[in-house]
């Protein structure tokens, strides 16, 4: 992914790069990583890869954006990429809204769970690419059963 040395298990160069950059993008407060070296078409391959496109590409706007050295023409499309995930979740949080009233209305507790309840731990929720909505139900009068 970034100084080509030596390739890892993940089959990317630089792990700790990597793991700097996952880390920045869960915890605003954390040390952001020397990006010079970095391979920014390998990154993004490996980012869409696992499905962390939309989590690094907000880390690297925090970051300073185009500042970062990245290729113009990559640039926009990791922002169309990100910009589509974001929309995706948008679509997603209003879809687990009328879910989860459509479940009280029939007489169940609910709780948000996985992907996106998860997301809310990140700087930006909108971001992290998710797949579905998973949801507990408990009905809400056990002696109906």
């Known amino acids: 992914m970034v100084r080509r040395q030596q390739e890892n298990v993940f089959g990317i160069v630089d792990t700790k790069v990597l793991f700097q950059l996952l880390h920045c993008s869960v915890d605003e407060a954390a040390a952001q990583p020397d990006l010079r070296d970095v391979d920014w078409d390998e990154l ?13 590409f907000d880390l690297l ?5 185009k500042e970062t050295g ?10 169309k990429q990100s910009d589509r995930i974001q929309t995706r979740n948008d679509l997603a949080n209003r879809h687990a809204v009328q879910i989860v009233r459509l479940f009280e209305e ?3 507790r609910c709780c948000l769970l996985k992907g996106q309840g998860n997301a809310l731990m990140y700087p930006n929720p909108s971001a992290r690419v998710s797949g579905d909505i998973d949801l507990l139900l408990v009905p809400k009068n056990l002696t109906a059963l």
Do not use: A, H
Request: glycine share 12%.
């Open 70 to 79: 990245i290729d113009r023409k990559l640039f926009l499309r990791w922002f």
């Open 106 to 108: 029939k007489g169940f």
């Open 44 to 56: 993004y391959t490996f980012s869409k890869q696992q499905t962390i496109t939309g989590v690094v």
């Open 61 to 65: 706007m925090r970051m300073g954006g």
